[in-house]
Structures are given as C-alpha cells and as structure tokens.
C-alpha cells in the first residue's frame, strides 16, 4: 500500500502564503502522478494542481498565477506554494497520487487525511 501524509496547512490573512507539502510513504511502489485537491462543506472535491513523472502540470484556473506545484521525485513527495491566498481558497485541501506498489497490476489513487486552510478576510 502507499500512505500519503500532508502538512503544512493552518490560518492566514488575505493576501499570506501557506506551502503545504505531502510525502508518499510505503513497501516499493511507483508514483506517477501527485496532485492537491480540495474540498469544502457541501461540495465535492476539486482539483487545485497536479503534477506528473515528465513535469507537466495542470492548474484549477481559481488559482493560476497564485498557486505552484513542485515536485521531489527521489523523496515521493508533492508541495504547493499558495500565495496572495483569498478568503475563497479556505477549504481542506487533499493530497493524491497515482501509484502502484510493484505486487499490483495497475495504478489507482490514494488519498491524504487533509489538511485546512483557513484565509480570514
């Protein structure tokens, strides 16, 4: 199995900066995909950012320009610099990764426990 853990979330003023980060953890597996989702009450989740093998990235467009995504790829793990961060980006933000341990046949998704975000106005 791969257990992802975040960190880094907490309570901001408009306009501050938060880094969230998230290592992938467990018995030889390979990543191919890690990414940060997110959720508030009464809604599904939503994609922020995501980040493949190659370094191609993908933004949600609330927060192009605002968010960056990056990755360790010898360390498995993801971070996600937000800045000028807006009372609209308060929410519990998700790690994900598309992996496989090498006993599977085929890649699926794990999930962080999550982490909130607060941004006060």
């Known amino acids: 199995q791969v257990q992802l853990a975040e960190s880094g979330g907490g309570l901001v003023h408009t306009g501050g900066s938060?880094?969230?980060?998230c290592v992938a953890s467990g018995s030889r597996f390979q990543v191919y995909r890690m990414g940060w989702y997110r959720q508030t009450p009464g809604k599904g989740r939503e994609l922020v950012a995501h980040i493949s093998n190659n370094g191609e990235t993908n933004y949600a467009d609330s927060v192009k320009g605002r968010f960056t995504i990056s990755r360790n790829y010898a360390e498995n793990t993801v971070h996600l610099q937000m800045n000028s961060l807006k009372?609209?980006?308060?929410?519990?933000?998700?790690?994900?990764?598309?992996?496989?341990p090498i006993t599977h046949l085929t890649?699926?998704?794990?999930?962080?426990?999550?982490?909130?975000?607060?941004?006060?106005s």
């Not at 938060?18 to 980060?21: E, G």
């Open 18 to 21: 938060l880094r969230l980060s």
């Open 87 to 100: 009372p609209e980006d308060t929410a519990v933000y998700y790690c994900k990764a598309l992996a496989m």
């Open 107 to 120: 890649p699926r998704d794990y999930w962080g426990q999550g982490t909130q975000v607060t941004v006060s």
